[in-house]
Every structure is written in C-alpha cells, then in structure tokens.
C-alpha cells in the first residue's frame, strides 16, 4: 500500500486543528487551494506518509462550485478517503487527471495532478502524481506515526479487487457502514480517526 495522505476533513478547520493538536497530532498550516474554498493543516506520520485535515477557509469567498469531499454537507470531522502515491497514471478508467496547486506558507509552490476512480465511497483511494514537487511530507515533524489503516464496508471484497485494480491494497473489514478508520501515535497516547 502507497499511503500519500489521509484526507480529514471538517466543517470547522479551526476547532478541529485545535482539537487534534490538544491530542498530540503537530498539525501545521499546509495553505490555501485557490478557488475552491478551502484550505488544510498538515501533520507527517512517517514512511512518507501524512495527515490532511482540510475544511472551509473563510478567507476565501464561496466557491462556485461545492468544496471537494463533501465538506460543504459534513457536521462533524471525518476521515473520508486516502490519496495513493503514483508516477503516471495507470490506463484504467479514472477521472482526470485534475491539475492543482497550492502556496505553502514559505512561498513555495507546489504543483500535483489527482485522478479520481469513478463513484466511491472514499476507499477506494484518489491518485496524486507530484511530478516534480517537493513532497509535503519531506518538512513535517513526524512524532506520529500511523499505526494502523483499514476500510469497513458491507462488501468488503469488491473494495478489495476495486483498490487492487489501481496496483494498491487495503485491508478491509465487513461492516454496516463504508468507512476509513486510522490509528494514530502521538507523543500524549493513541488517536483513532473514522
């Protein structure tokens, strides 16, 4: 499995890097993605690998469109899908890819593609293509660690053979509801995110 990062998004940035940080988990700003109404706090987790917590940013004006990962419809934080390092694409039906870009607090720009896989519920992981961008995770503290990464789904063999599809697996477990469930080290104890 070729965990980039996690995505936790939330209707309340703010509180919720608040939260977190009160656990443990050193999230620092990541920056603001332009023109979608968003941006994200950012914490490594090890092996190159982070957590994005992303929600609305009320410095920008309200997006044209709705903000990604159905933010605009949460009324709590939850982990809603997991990103998979790539180098190129592979030739199976994706959505995309979509370029993006985003100015780090120090000035530097970064510059990605993601593809989406079509419908979904979340596990079956996006795919982020840096090109030649220095990787988020290079400048984080990583005094957490990710300590376990599994799905939960009603039909826990067809997510299966759906993320081994793109070249990557996921242990998923049999459940009522779709769901990400994590498990985080922090220096003040364990972190469970769903």
Do not use: C
């Amino acid at each position: 499995m070729t965990i980039d990062h996690l995505v936790y998004a939330t209707p309340d940035l703010a509180g919720t890097v608040e939260a977190l940080r009160a656990q443990g988990v050193p999230l620092v700003p990541g920056g603001p993605h332009v023109g979608r109404g968003t941006r994200n706090h950012l914490a490594g987790l090890g092996d190159g690998t982070y957590l994005e917590v992303i929600g609305p940013d009320p410095e920008q004006p309200e997006p044209q469109e709705p903000r990604p990962f159905g933010i605009d419809d949460l009324t709590a934080p939850r982990l809603v899908t997991w990103a998979a390092r790539v180098s190129g694409f592979p030739d199976r039906e994706l959505l995309g890819p979509v370029p993006m870009s985003r100015r780090r607090p120090d000035g530097v720009l970064l510059e990605w593609e993601l593809a989406f896989p079509p419908g979904g519920d979340g596990l079956v992981p996006f795919l982020i293509d840096w090109h030649d961008s220095p990787h988020p995770a290079e400048s984080l503290d990583h005094s957490v660690r990710l300590v376990s990464f599994h799905g939960v789904h009603p039909d826990p063999d067809r997510v299966a053979r759906e993320v081994a599809a793109l070249g990557e697996s996921l242990e998923v477990r049999r459940g009522e509801r779709p769901g990400l469930e994590a498990e985080l080290a922090t220096p003040k104890g364990s972190v469970v995110l769903r």
